[in-house]
């Protein structure tokens, strides 16, 4: 499912991506749909924040050079205690990032 809204992207329906976006006109439901899903995984975006605060299991994609708040060479926030960080270990290579999520949705599945 995307939470992405604006998003022009051609190889949704190639992917089986659920795309509710347009429906949703506020924070407000946004959250609403955020209550339904096991995780939210993004990158630094304001829906990340949403789900964190709303104590929601959250996988945060950083850049290697990644904002303030994120504190350094950590995979958890102070800020959201649901939230797990997978942090870029060579700036601007997503691909290991990808793998080590990848990795831990499929931990997650044998749970």
């Known amino acids: 499912?995307?939470?992405?809204?604006d998003r022009a992207d051609e190889n949704a329906?190639?992917?089986?991506?659920?795309?509710?976006?347009s429906e949703l006109?506020?924070?407000?439901?946004?959250?609403?749909?955020?209550?339904?899903l096991d995780l939210v995984i993004s990158v630094d975006t304001?829906?990340?924040?949403?789900?964190?605060?709303?104590g929601k299991k959250v996988w945060l994609l950083l850049p290697f050079v990644a904002d303030w708040?994120?504190?350094a060479d950590?995979?958890?926030?102070?800020?959201?205690?649901?939230?797990r960080l997978f942090r870029q270990e060579?700036?601007?290579?997503?691909?290991?990032?990808?793998?080590?999520?990848?990795?831990?949705?499929k931990a997650e599945q044998t749970v």
């Open 90 to 105: 060579i700036p601007g290579d997503w691909n290991p990032v990808i793998e080590r999520v990848t990795a831990a949705l």
């Open 25 to 36: 006109s506020d924070f407000t439901e946004t959250a609403g749909l955020i209550a339904n």
């Open 13 to 21: 329906a190639a992917i089986d991506l659920i795309d509710w976006t």
């Open 46 to 54: 304001a829906v990340a924040h949403l789900a964190g605060a709303m």
């Open 69 to 71: 708040r994120w504190l």
């Open 74 to 83: 950590c995979s958890d926030s102070p800020w959201y205690p649901t939230m």
């Open 1 to 5: 499912m995307s939470l992405q809204k």
